[in-house]
Structure formats: C-alpha cells, structure tokens
C-alpha cells in the first residue's frame, strides 16, 4: 500500500501527495484497514491544518483550541472527500478547516448572540484597520478612512467598531479601568428608585385629593406633608383628637377605594 504521506511537488512544502490513498480509502468496506489508512490520510494533512489555525492567532482563543478545531474540520474533510469528482483534496480542504474555525468562533467565542451581519462587519472593520494601521503607524483610523478603505457606510463602520468592543462580556465584579480602590462595575450601576412608586401613587391620588372637601383636604396636608400630630391639628381646627382620628381614617379609605378602582 503507498505510503498517504509521499509528497510531490506543490507550493507547500508539507503538503503530501495522497491522491492514491484516497481512491483506495473510497473502496475499503469499514473495518480497522480503513481506519488505519484514514487516520495515515488525517496525519498527513494536519501541518495544512495547524497552518490554517494559525492564521486565527490572536483572536481572543488559545491556539491549542484552534488547533484542535482545525484537527475536527481536517477529519470532516477526509470522510466528505470524493476523489471521484477530479477536485484536489487541498482545494476542498482549506475551506472546510477554515469554515470549521470560522463556526467556532461564531458559536463558542462570543459571550451575547451577535447577528452574523454584524460579525462579518466586526470582521471587515478590523481588517481595514490593521492595513491603514500599517500605512500609518500610531494613527488611529477615522470612521471616514475605514469606509472608504473597506467599501462600507460609515454607519456599517461603526455598528463593526461597536462589535470589536463586544466580543466577551465584563464580569460586573471586575475592577473598572483606572480604579485604585478596587471599585466595580457593578458599583457604578444604578438600581431602581423605590421613590418612583410613591410618585405614581402621588399622580394617581392627586385629583382625588383635588376633590375633597377643603377642611378633609387641609387635615390630610397637614398629617402628612407638614407632619403636624393628630393633637395639634385637633387644636389648630378647634375639634377633638378623635373626630381628626375618624376623618383621617375615613379620608384615606375613600381615595384608597376609588383609586383601586381607577385601577381595575
């Protein structure tokens, strides 16, 4: 049986001549020979994988991971592979491992789902600025530069700048830029105002209160918005403690009724 890894002449240098292996693969019933020489086809192609991976340095994944998932779309390839159609394995290969990186990080990487337009913007985006980063070192691109550079809207560009700053989410325990004093994001976010329930219950009972009778109206203001004690009401109007007692009480289950009715 020929050895899969012999090699001929090709623009890669690791790149092995397994045109036979692969026809022969194509007849072989399953069973451990088919394995064996599947695997043979497998290892000799890895260098073009890992290669492949490579070009995803740098990317916010380690490269073992992007080797291994590499690796996984080399092994879709071989079983996918039908020589019977006159196509090089090389030509079917790269896009196969390339797509399989690509899905990986479209799935795996990003800690929101992000629609796949603005991926692909995210991705143009930072192509064009590292080639104008490279004509211009130490300048930051303008939105300007970028769109004109990558054939893009400058709003397209910049939904893509907000996608670079996107890709993982920041812990809410994590330190903010700047802090000394370990100060979180968490800290700076705000919470619900348990005030706003008293402003709607204010709203909702206010043209009730406008209803009233004046002296009802003056004993409620007086309770409490001046914080004046039944007692000292009682004084002010010339009445007893107990009938303020009975008008406050009487006062508030009035408005408290309409207002649930409002409400139903």
């Given at each position: 049986m020929p050895n899969p890894a012999s090699t001929k002449h090709h623009p890669h240098d690791d790149a092995p001549d397994t045109a036979h292996a692969f026809r022969q693969l194509a007849t072989l019933p399953p069973g451990p020979r088919r394995d064996r020489l599947r695997d043979e086809i497998v290892e000799a192609w890895l260098p073009m994988a890992e290669r492949i991976a490579g070009r995803f340095r740098n990317r916010g994944e380690s490269y073992e991971d992007l080797r291994q998932v590499?690796?996984?779309?080399?092994?879709?390839?071989?079983?996918?592979?039908?020589?019977?159609?006159?196509?090089?394995?090389?030509?079917?290969?790269?896009?196969?491992?390339?797509?399989?990186?690509?899905?990986?990080?479209?799935?795996?990487?990003?800690?929101?789902?992000?629609?796949?337009?603005?991926?692909?913007?995210?991705?143009?985006v930072r192509f064009a600025c590292r080639d104008l980063s490279q004509s211009a070192p130490g300048q930051r691109p303008t939105v300007a530069e970028i769109a004109g550079h990558a054939n893009m809207s400058e709003d397209d560009v910049r939904a893509g700048l907000e996608a670079l700053e996107s890709f993982s989410a920041l812990s809410l325990d994590a330190e903010l830029p700047g802090s000394n004093d370990g100060y979180s994001l968490a800290e700076a976010l705000g919470s619900a105002d348990p005030a706003l329930d008293t402003v709607v219950d204010r709203e909702a009972v206010k043209p009730r209160l406008a209803a009233l009778p004046e002296r009802e109206r003056a004993i409620l203001y007086m309770r409490f918005f001046g914080d004046m004690t039944q007692g000292r009401i009682a004084e002010q109007l010339g009445i007893s403690q107990m009938h303020v007692s009975r008008l406050i009480n009487r006062c508030c289950e009035r408005l408290r009724d309409q207002v649930m009715r409002d409400a139903t």
């Amino acid at each position: 049986m020929p050895n899969p890894a012999s090699t001929k002449h090709h623009p890669h240098d690791d790149a092995p001549d397994t045109a036979h292996a692969f026809r022969q693969l194509a007849t072989l019933p399953p069973g451990p020979r088919r394995d064996r020489l599947r695997d043979e086809i497998v290892e000799a192609w890895l260098p073009m994988a890992e290669r492949i991976a490579g070009r995803f340095r740098n990317r916010g994944e380690s490269y073992e991971d992007l080797r291994q998932v590499a690796a996984l779309g080399l092994v879709k390839a071989v079983d996918r592979y039908d020589p019977e159609r006159g196509k090089a394995f090389e030509s079917f290969a790269v896009p196969t491992v390339t797509g399989e990186i690509k899905r990986h990080f479209r799935d795996h990487m990003w800690t929101l789902h992000v629609p796949r337009r603005i991926q692909d913007l995210r991705n143009r985006v930072r192509f064009a600025c590292r080639d104008l980063s490279q004509s211009a070192p130490g300048q930051r691109p303008t939105v300007a530069e970028i769109a004109g550079h990558a054939n893009m809207s400058e709003d397209d560009v910049r939904a893509g700048l907000e996608a670079l700053e996107s890709f993982s989410a920041l812990s809410l325990d994590a330190e903010l830029p700047g802090s000394n004093d370990g100060y979180s994001l968490a800290e700076a976010l705000g919470s619900a105002d348990p005030a706003l329930d008293t402003v709607v219950d204010r709203e909702a009972v206010k043209p009730r209160l406008a209803a009233l009778p004046e002296r009802e109206r003056a004993i409620l203001y007086m309770r409490f918005f001046g914080d004046m004690t039944q007692g000292r009401i009682a004084e002010q109007l010339g009445i007893s403690q107990m009938h303020v007692s009975r008008l406050i009480n009487r006062c508030c289950e009035r408005l408290r009724d309409q207002v649930m009715r409002d409400a139903t």
